[in-house]
């Protein structure tokens, strides 16, 4: 059973002039339905500070037909039941471009650009505290080169996908 509600969601999607696209940026909040009562560093105290998830985007149309997306992710710091959890962030990237009626497609996809989705996670449950550390490097950097083969022929065959599955069942 999911003990959080959401705290607050915002959506936005402006239209700017067109060097710079369309912003698509999003947020969202949760908090739990009871706040757990625990020691944080030795000191009692009570933990309701609500998790905060932002995840803006940007696709930005670049010229000759290039699409430019950049994203960030941000959680905040906060509580989740016993746990005090650290912030979050990462910044990504794509670079996209298709060719030939979209049969081929290039993309550059680099993750975690700046080596900052790094997690760090204190708890206190009963009298026993414990930590966790998640230090690994989490860059990547990928080049996809996609060739869809025979993609128009392959649609429905001219049919309806709906009378097809009625032929598939024993229908006329």
Known sequence: MDQH????????LPRLPPPLGLLRATGAGRHPAGFHQGRQHGQGEK?????????PLQRLHLPKG?????SFSYRSSGTYDFLTLCSVHN?????YKSFLKDRLSLSLNVNDIFNTKRQKTDGTYGNVRFQQQKW??????????TYRFNQAKKQYRGENSAQEAVGRMGGK
């Open 91 to 95: 910044f990504d990237f794509q670079l």
């Open 47 to 55: 933990l309701p500070r609500p998790l905060l998830h932002l995840q």
């Open 136 to 145: 690994v490097d989490t860059r990547s950097v990928q080049l996809r080169l």
């Open 5 to 12: 509600r959401p705290l607050l969601e915002l959506g936005q």
């Open 66 to 70: 290039w699409y430019l997306n950049l």
